[in-house]
């Protein structure tokens, strides 16, 4: 054998070696061979080199019912400016909510109440579009619109109400079919209201909201709902299986739906409608929060007692869903209707015992900071 030969021999050698090992370019298959697919690498811990990491977290905070105010002559004072500064640094989050129970808007001239302008027997709100930088200066990134006030001054509030929020830079969810995804700290949240309303998507129909939440979990990492479901007033702040009926009007069945949702893909339910506070509910290791009750009310919302006990939610969750922590910061609302914060802690005492008597089994646990658990 030739020099030569036997270093043509050698390379060839070194190329068979080299192929038997995996690290050589795989040869391009006949047009005739179907494709495979390759077999991706393991994921490292806390994610993978070719997925996001599923173990980071982002902290949320919601809040109940906010009114602020009622114009032409009801309104707080600096045009609204510094109405949230007491509770403003216990709701910082990453992402933070609430529920606009009321539009931003001039007078329209359509007032649902028509001549009952006093609300002896009808109730209307509203305030100037001015007040959606209110709720930005206060750190609100997200509202919800799926309530029954939302129409209180007709098609036309209602769309200066989401021009106004556009405009202050604000996102709001709630009409139908509106899906309201943010990316938060690298984690994509989206974000779907319901009511029993015809401008908000259907709290009612279960099979058709759960369509929606499998549209949303399709396009986010986490799925938040907020839902306007139940009785109102100081003897509706229990959870009972079955359609909560209100004043002739079907409330939706709170269980059910939120059952419903976290079986379709939801992570976390955030409830509100009741004025009070209602029991909280681990399902399948999820969050639900039945009712956080009314937050801000300013010469609109009764104060005084179980009305007027509230707070804030906090909560972190993992972009793969997984509930992290939990905490009730208590407020409540002082005359007429100011968010402060509450030294009697009353919302942590309250929530408790509910979830303990409306939940026994999967009631949320609240240590008397606040702190929420799952059963154990």
Same mark, same amino acid.
């Given at each position: 054998?030739?020099?030569v030969r036997?270093r043509r021999?050698?390379?060839l050698?070194a190329?068979?070696?080299?192929?038997?090992c995996?690290?050589?370019?795989?040869?391009?298959?006949?047009?005739?061979?179907?494709?495979? *697919?390759?077999?991706?690498?393991?994921p490292?811990?806390?994610?993978?080199?070719? =997925?996001?990491?599923? +173990?980071a977290q982002?902290?949320?905070?919601?809040? =109940?019912d906010?009114?602020?105010?009622?114009?032409?002559?009801?309104?707080?004072?600096n045009?609204?400016?510094g /109405?949230f500064?007491?509770?403003?640094?216990?709701?910082?989050?990453?992402?933070?909510?609430?529920?606009?129970?009321?539009?931003?808007?001039?007078d329209t001239?359509?007032?649902?109440c028509?001549?009952?302008?006093?609300?002896?027997t009808?109730?209307q @709100?509203?305030?100037p579009?001015?007040?959606?930088?209110v709720? &930005?200066?206060?750190?609100?990134a997200?509202?919800?619109?799926?309530?029954?006030?939302?129409y209180?001054?007709?098609?036309?509030? $209602?769309?200066?109400?989401?021009k106004?929020l556009?405009?202050?830079?604000? &996102?709001?969810?709630?009409?139908?079919?509106?899906?309201?995804?943010?990316?938060?700290?690298?984690? &994509?949240v989206?974000?779907v209201?319901f009511?029993p #309303?015809p401008?908000?998507?259907?709290?009612?129909?279960?099979?058709?909201?759960?369509?929606?939440?499998?549209?949303?979990?399709?396009?986010?990492?986490?799925?938040?709902?907020?839902?306007h479901?139940?009785?109102e007033?100081a003897?509706?702040? $229990?959870?009972k299986?079955?359609?909560?009926?209100?004043?002739?009007?079907?409330?939706?069945d709170?269980?059910a /739906?939120s059952h419903?949702?976290?079986?379709?893909g939801?992570d976390?339910?955030?409830?509100?409608?009741? $004025?009070?506070?209602?029991?909280?509910? @681990?399902?399948?290791?999820?969050?639900i929060?039945?009712?956080l009750?009314?937050?801000?009310? #300013?010469?609109?919302l009764?104060y005084n007692?179980?009305?007027?006990? *509230?707070?804030i939610?906090?909560?972190?969750?993992?972009?793969?869903? +997984?509930?992290?922590?939990?905490?009730?910061?208590?407020?409540h609302?002082?005359?007429?209707?100011?968010?402060?914060?509450?030294?009697?802690?009353?919302?942590i005492s309250?929530?408790?015992?509910?979830?303990?008597?409306?939940f026994? &089994?999967?009631?949320?646990?609240l240590?008397?900071?606040?702190?929420?658990?799952?059963?154990?």
């Amino acid at each position: 054998m030739t020099v030569v030969r036997a270093r043509r021999l050698v390379a060839l050698l070194a190329v068979v070696v080299l192929a038997g090992c995996g690290t050589a370019p795989t040869p391009t298959a006949p047009a005739t061979t179907p494709p495979t *697919t390759a077999t991706p690498p393991a994921p490292t811990p806390g994610g993978s080199s070719t =997925g996001p990491d599923q +173990s980071a977290q982002l902290t949320l905070s919601a809040v =109940g019912d906010v009114i602020m105010g009622n114009a032409p002559s009801q309104l707080p004072p600096n045009n609204g400016h510094g /109405f949230f500064d007491d509770v403003a640094q216990s709701m910082h989050a990453d992402l933070q909510m609430a529920n606009l129970e009321q539009p931003l808007t001039d007078d329209t001239g359509v007032g649902k109440c028509g001549a009952d302008t006093a609300g002896r027997t009808c109730f209307q @709100f509203r305030s100037p579009p001015s007040y959606a930088n209110v709720l &930005k200066e206060a750190g609100f990134a997200l509202v919800n619109l799926a309530n029954n006030h939302a129409y209180d001054f007709g098609p036309a509030g $209602h769309q200066n109400t989401r021009k106004a929020l556009d405009t202050a830079g604000v &996102k709001y969810t709630g009409p139908p079919g509106m899906i309201t995804v943010v990316t938060v700290q690298g984690i &994509k949240v989206a974000v779907v209201g319901f009511a029993p #309303y015809p401008w908000a998507n259907d709290l009612v129909n279960i099979p058709k909201a759960e369509d929606l939440v499998r549209q949303a979990k399709a396009q986010a990492d986490l799925v938040v709902i907020q839902v306007h479901m139940g009785g109102e007033g100081a003897d509706h702040t $229990h959870t009972k299986p079955g359609t909560d009926m209100f004043l002739g009007e079907n409330r939706g069945d709170p269980i059910a /739906f939120s059952h419903g949702m976290i079986d379709a893909g939801a992570d976390l339910i955030i409830g509100h409608s009741p $004025h009070v506070m209602r029991a909280m509910e @681990f399902y399948k290791g999820k969050l639900i929060a039945y009712s956080l009750g009314n937050f801000a009310g #300013y010469h609109a919302l009764g104060y005084n007692g179980v009305v007027g006990i *509230t707070g804030i939610l906090r909560v972190t969750l993992r972009r793969d869903g +997984s509930y992290v922590s939990g905490t009730l910061v208590p407020t409540h609302m002082v005359a007429p209707g100011s968010p402060r914060m509450d030294p009697q802690k009353q919302a942590i005492s309250l929530v408790s015992s509910l979830c303990k008597a409306d939940f026994p &089994k999967t009631g949320a646990r609240l240590a008397a900071d606040g702190t929420v658990t799952p059963p154990t």
